[in-house]
């Protein structure tokens, strides 16, 4: 496979504790990602302490 057909993976952490707001951020990112070149690689948080942790 040539460079020029190789996909980056972009790795995403969204980190709120209000589940809507995360679940939007989340469906724009996929939507994005539609039409991208791209791989995307999204983990949702919903406290400091557990994004920390991981």
């Known amino acids: ?3 020029e057909n190789e996909k ?3 790795r995403i ?3 709120d ?3 809507r707001l995360c679940s939007d951020t989340e469906k ?3 939507d994005y ?3 991208s070149q791209e791989f995307y ?3 949702i948080y ?3 302490k557990t994004i920390i942790e991981d």
Do not use: H, K, Q
């Open 1 to 3: 496979m040539s460079r």
């Open 8 to 10: 980056t993976l972009i």
């Open 13 to 15: 952490a969204v980190c």
């Open 17 to 19: 504790d209000n589940m």
């Open 28 to 30: 724009c990112i996929f």
């Open 33 to 35: 990602r539609e039409n």
């Open 41 to 43: 690689d999204v983990e």
């Open 46 to 48: 919903y406290s400091g």
